[in-house]
């Protein structure tokens, strides 16, 4: 039987009778967009992260352009992110008229490298956009210093980090604005697409809230241009029943994640695993390994054949930086200025991670990987 990466089907028939249940509640009150049910959730939401403002919309990706939007960014205005995330980190950016400017990474947190934050610095940068890349927060205090030395914004992408902690505060609760994503595939998904941004700041708040109906506080009274990204009623039924299941679900990912890293520290020589922080608690949304060693795009591709032959699937997460994508030739990037993206985006490949994932499950992936890469040629590190 196929190991997939991640199944969804588990968690629906775990919780489908309350599941089944708010399908037919919300089908039934006739009222499917920026109800009850949304209202509900955005006040849930903001107790679970301890913030104080929550507005639902129609998905990640316009939680960060509504983001931005809200902060007046556009043409003109740069914005400094990683490019080592998924297309809609600069998507965004670009989508508000401003210009994402790249900073390299960490290798071993694979997060955006704050040491370098000064050489991407110029009278045009507006704000800082960093990802918690795979579950693990970015170096907040860093970047926060940073952004009030220069009078910058913070915008977080949480997409991939909900609930987790950076020095005992919830990503999202730390920056000017943080933006989550509810895909399915997310550590807390709905059935379908949803999104929210989360402040502190009600003005902000409001501006979010007016942005997301096209531009309006009052209906058919619009103040300025918007978009229409409105949080469905049914996501938010669904993601109420699953916010209580979070913590569970993401303690239960962290034991799968101790689980490998135990048993594949035989053959660290040839796979590492997630190096994680002590003031940070890491919420796996992937759990991410980099091969080690000279040619690892090439060894990455026998050891995920083996994988696959034994039906265990792995995803790299991701093969091409952002500043090597087709859309953002126009900025005319070296790949040479980031040693370290390049450098890991040949390593990475991600292994099966969601909380159903059974024992003898987790044995049989660490299992074959350990047998796989004791076969693969020795090969010298530059690590």
């Given at each position: 039987?196929?190991?997939?990466?991640?199944?969804?089907?588990?968690?629906?028939?775990?919780?489908?009778?309350?599941?089944?249940?708010?399908?037919?509640?919300?089908?039934?009150?006739?009222?499917?967009?920026?109800?009850?049910?949304?209202?509900?959730?955005?006040?849930?939401?903001?107790?679970?992260?301890?913030?104080?403002?929550?507005?639902?919309?129609?998905?990640?990706?316009?939680?960060?352009?509504?983001?931005?939007?809200?902060?007046?960014?556009?043409?003109?205005?740069?914005?400094?992110?990683?490019?080592?995330?998924?297309?809609?980190?600069?998507?965004?950016?670009?989508?508000?008229?401003?210009?994402?400017?790249?900073?390299?990474?960490?290798?071993?947190?694979?997060?955006?490298?704050?040491?370098?934050?000064?050489?991407?610095?110029?009278?045009?940068?507006?704000?800082?956009?960093?990802?918690?890349?795979?579950?693990?927060?970015?170096?907040?205090?860093?970047?926060?210093?940073?952004?009030?030395?220069?009078?910058?914004?913070?915008?977080?992408?949480?997409?991939?980090?909900?609930?987790?902690?950076?020095?005992?505060?919830?990503?999202?609760?730390?920056?000017?604005?943080?933006?989550?994503?509810?895909?399915?595939?997310?550590?807390?998904?709905?059935?379908?697409?949803?999104?929210?941004c989360t402040?502190?700041?009600?003005?902000?708040?409001?501006?979010?809230?007016?942005?997301?109906?096209?531009?309006?506080?009052?209906?058919?009274?619009?103040?300025?241009?918007?978009?229409?990204?409105?949080?469905?009623?049914?996501?938010?039924?669904?993601?109420?029943?699953?916010?209580?299941?979070?913590?569970?679900?993401?303690?239960?990912?962290?034991?799968?994640?101790?689980?490998?890293?135990?048993?594949?520290?035989?053959?660290?020589?040839?796979?590492?695993?997630?190096?994680?922080?002590?003031?940070?608690?890491?919420?796996?949304?992937?759990?991410?390994?980099?091969?080690?060693?000279?040619?690892?795009?090439?060894?990455?591709?026998?050891?995920?054949?083996?994988?696959?032959?034994?039906?265990?699937?792995?995803i790299v997460?991701?093969?091409?930086?952002?500043?090597?994508?087709?859309?953002?030739?126009?900025?005319?990037?070296?790949?040479?200025?980031?040693?370290?993206?390049?450098?890991?985006?040949?390593?990475?490949?991600?292994?099966?991670?969601f909380p159903?994932?059974?024992?003898?499950?987790?044995?049989?992936?660490?299992?074959?990987?350990?047998?796989?890469?004791?076969?693969?040629?020795?090969?010298?590190?530059?690590?």
């Amino acid at each position: 039987m196929t190991i997939p990466i991640l199944n969804l089907t588990r968690q629906y028939e775990q919780l489908k009778t309350e599941i089944d249940a708010a399908l037919i509640r919300v089908a039934s009150s006739g009222h499917y967009i920026l109800g009850p049910e949304v209202t509900a959730f955005e006040s849930e939401m903001a107790q679970y992260l301890k913030v104080q403002h929550v507005v639902g919309c129609a998905n990640g990706t316009d939680a960060l352009f509504l983001a931005l939007k809200a902060l007046k960014i556009g043409p003109g205005d740069e914005v400094i992110t990683t490019p080592f995330s998924f297309m809609a980190t600069s998507e965004a950016i670009v989508h508000a008229g401003a210009t994402p400017v790249f900073v390299d990474i960490e290798p071993e947190t694979m997060n955006i490298d704050v040491n370098r934050l000064e050489d991407a610095l110029t009278p045009r940068t507006r704000a800082i956009l960093p990802v918690h890349i795979f579950g693990q927060p970015a170096d907040m205090n860093a970047i926060l210093s940073f952004a009030g030395a220069h009078g910058l914004f913070v915008v977080e992408d949480c997409a991939q980090a909900i609930g987790a902690e950076y020095k005992g505060q919830k990503t999202g609760t730390m920056g000017d604005i943080g933006c989550f994503s509810f895909f399915p595939s997310k550590n807390l998904g709905a059935m379908g697409d949803g999104g929210m941004c989360t402040t502190n700041n009600p003005e902000l708040a409001e501006r979010l809230k007016m942005l997301r109906v096209h531009g309006s506080r009052k209906r058919y009274y619009h103040e300025e241009p918007g978009v229409n990204s409105r949080l469905d009623e049914i996501q938010a039924a669904i993601l109420r029943i699953k916010l209580k299941h979070l913590d569970e679900w993401l303690n239960a990912r962290r034991a799968v994640a101790k689980r490998y890293t135990e048993k594949l520290a035989s053959v660290q020589e040839v796979v590492k695993a997630p190096v994680i922080h002590a003031d940070r608690t890491h919420v796996f949304h992937q759990y991410t390994l980099q091969m080690q060693g000279d040619r690892p795009a090439e060894r990455r591709e026998q050891l995920q054949k083996k994988l696959a032959d034994a039906q265990i699937q792995s995803i790299v997460y991701y093969p091409v930086p952002l500043y090597k994508q087709a859309t953002h030739t126009n900025l005319n990037i070296d790949p040479a200025c980031y040693p370290a993206c390049e450098r890991v985006s040949d390593q990475v490949f991600s292994l099966p991670m969601f909380p159903e994932l059974s024992l003898a499950e987790q044995d049989n992936v660490c299992q074959v990987l350990v047998e796989a890469a004791r076969t693969l040629p020795v090969t010298a590190s530059r690590c």
